[in-house]
């Protein structure tokens, strides 16, 4: 890693998802000790800083680094393994015997080529979870790569149907869980903390999600982090085995609130809308996700409407394919224009604030990150505006949401430190992560 004391980041142009969503051109951001200390004009920030590195931004656009609010980065080396299935078949035939047969140093190098992916496109931050056994390796990973993340293992304990080498028995769960709490939460100056990464209903016992809720409510600044309300098959199964719709199932298991965010969301009836609203559940939205496994669009207008906190996150490779936060967001936006018939349903502003503060706020951490503003941390990205898709450029964040691709990122900056930046990853060694994922590849077509 590149280790920067203070440095002075220009662009051509600053979008800064600021509550104004000011954009400065001839900008310039001046960085120390991992927190942001100026931002102005090129001439401003020179005039005030001066620094030991300058980060040149000629053809530029600077931006607040990409919260992820929902991947499974361990499931990278299962990326075209799981094509055209529906949800329930896609997780029992491919995704659930994948991940429970991934060797320890499998979750390591799955979780680090999935990480190297999200910093090469320009997320800063991801809302993981791992997989049930083995998931220290997935931490190790995210602590080697400077990601800064919500992480943790998988928790689950009823099969229903599912490999039952991917179960623990209640107590296993809730202890290792809390072992891992004890020994990642807030660590690596706060880059990391931990999730209760409850996987959803179908996998998890009434006891086990109390149990998890308990847990939730005796540290500080954790996060229950699940799916719920995906497929309409799957909630048809939660009615039949919880007596209830899912949302208020979840009512009832009292792991609805704040400090809760649940991927997907979208078979919902009123009564349960009114739910997420009442106990400000936080929601992420993931349109490849759901357009791949056919699964149905997520209402974002309505939990707008609502006022309820939406992200956008990729999801995993079986079922996106990619961590390509830029696609998600163009495909946010357009999957809300058809299902309203509107073309203001999600305008790209609006977007990018999803894939930035909002989605910050939508995992409890948009005081630190999510914009570039004085006093935040140093999590920045920097795109290329002198590739053939970004001429003519009228209005930067059009271009970002609507044109722009993870491929356009040349600069990742997490905590202060440069991460990526011109093709080169300053942290790992990505053409060894790339064998092991080759090897795998071997290994599984054997
Ligand atoms: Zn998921």
């Known amino acids: 890693m590149v280790k920067l004391k203070d440095t002075i980041l220009e662009a051509d142009i600053l979008v800064t998802s600021n509550l104004k969503n000011s954009v400065i051109k001839d900008a310039a951001v001046y960085v120390s000790n991992g927190l942001i200390h100026g931002v102005g004009t090129k001439k401003e920030i020179h005039k005030e800083f001066s620094a030991t590195k300058i980060v040149d931004g000629n053809n530029k656009i600077l931006l607040p680094g990409l919260v992820n609010t929902h991947s499974h980065s361990v499931q990278t080396f299962l990326r075209g393994k ?21 060797t320890a140093e499998e979750v390591y190098n799955s979780s680090l080529l999935g990480f190297a992916e999200m910093i090469r496109t320009g997320t800063t931050t991801a809302n993981d979870m791992l997989t ?16 800064r993340t919500r992480i943790g293992k998988m928790l689950m304990d009823y099969s229903n149907d599912f490999p039952e080498i991917i179960i623990e028995d209640t107590e296993t769960v809730i202890e290792s869980a809390r072992k891992q709490i004890d ?8 880059r990391v903390k931990y999730s209760l990464n409850a996987r959803f209903l179908l996998s998890c016992s009434s006891e086990l999600m109390k ?5 939730k409510d005796e540290y500080d600044d954790l996060m229950i982090h699940s799916h719920a309300s995906e497929s309409q098959a799957e909630c048809a199964e939660v009615v039949r085995i919880f007596g209830d719709s899912y949302f208020r199932s979840l009512k009832k298991l009292n792991a609805l609130g704040s400090e809760t965010i649940l ?14 609203e009442q106990t400000n559940t936080r929601i992420t939205h993931n349109p490849s996700s759901n ?23 990729t999801d995993g490779p079986p079922c996106n394919n990619n961590f390509d936060m830029f696609q998600d967001m163009r495909l946010a936006a357009f999957l809300q224009k058809i299902k309203h018939l509107d073309e203001l349903a999600l ?46 450029l009228y209005n930067p964040v059009s271009h970002l949401v609507y044109s722009a691709s993870g491929k356009d990122v040349s600069m990742t900056m ?5 991460v990526f930046q011109d093709g080169n990853y300053l942290t790992i060694d990505i053409e060894k992560v790339k064998r092991t994922a080759t090897e795998y590849q071997e290994k599984w077509t054997e």
């Open 183 to 190: 020994e990642y939460h807030q660590t690596q100056n706060g």
């Open 291 to 313: 357009s791949k496994l056919a699964s149905g669009i997520c209402d974002v207008l309505r939990y707008h409407k609502l006022g309820i906190i939406v992200g956008i996150g």
């Open 414 to 418: 997490i905590d202060g430190e440069i």
């Open 347 to 392: 305008p790209a502003e609006k977007v990018l604030r999803m894939a930035t503060i909002e989605g910050a706020q939508a995992i409890n951490w948009g005081t630190e990150i999510g914009s570039v503003e004085v006093g935040k941390k140093a999590d920045l990205v920097m795109t290329n505006i002198d590739e053939v898709n970004s001429f003519p």
């Open 211 to 215: 149990l998890i809720v308990e847990t």
């Open 82 to 102: 799981a094509d055209d299935f529906a949800l329930l078949d896609w997780l029992k035939q491919v995704v659930l015997p994948g991940e429970s047969h991934f």
């Open 263 to 276: 991927a997907h969301g979208i078979w919902l009836d009123d009564d349960e809308y009114n739910l997420v």
């Open 132 to 147: 049930t056994h083995d998931s220290n390796f997935g931490i190790k990973a995210a602590k080697e790569i400077g990601i």
